[in-house]
């Protein structure tokens, strides 16, 4: 395979965002307090500056994120990846609007009930890359709040 010309830092955040936007599924990372990993496929929702999950309250994916407030993210395919570092708060269902509980489940075709809890992942850092020659500049710092 040949690899692409390396995309400019404002062409890498458009295709961010439009994957954001546009894609429905994601890798979760996280940790138990003793260091065990778990990564699980999530369906999310991306409101701009935040991405919004759901799970079920008493897996493992939900204990570690209520636990450590941490996880990684990883959307798209290995040959276009956006790789994200979170702060994770946990959002009972009755915090939400129930218009963001219906974009939700028409994003991601699932509805939550009881059992669930949703996690909101605010980005601390965001990396986007396609190839090597894409490694340098795949940090996107316009599209995570200040620290």
């Known amino acids: 395979m040949t690899a692409q010309a390396a995309r400019s830092t404002e062409q890498r955040v458009a295709d961010t965002v439009r994957r954001l936007e546009e894609d429905v599924d994601a890798w979760v990372a996280t940790a138990s ?78 509805r939550p009930g009881k059992g669930y809890v949703y996690f909101r992942m605010t980005p601390l850092w965001i990396q986007a890359w396609r190839e090597a020659n894409e490694l340098a500049g795949r940090d996107l710092p316009e599209l995570t709040p200040p620290r």
């Open 33 to 110: 307090a003793d260091g065990e990993p778990c990564m699980v496929p999530l369906s999310f929702l991306w409101d701009g500056a935040t991405l919004l999950f759901s799970t079920a309250v008493n897996n493992p994916t939900a204990r570690n994120l209520a636990a450590n407030g941490r996880a990684r993210v990883g959307v798209g395919p290995t040959r276009d990846v956006v790789l994200i570092e979170c702060a994770v708060q946990t959002v009972p269902a009755g915090d939400l609007t129930d218009g963001t509980k219906d974009a939700f489940a028409e994003k991601t075709g699932f």
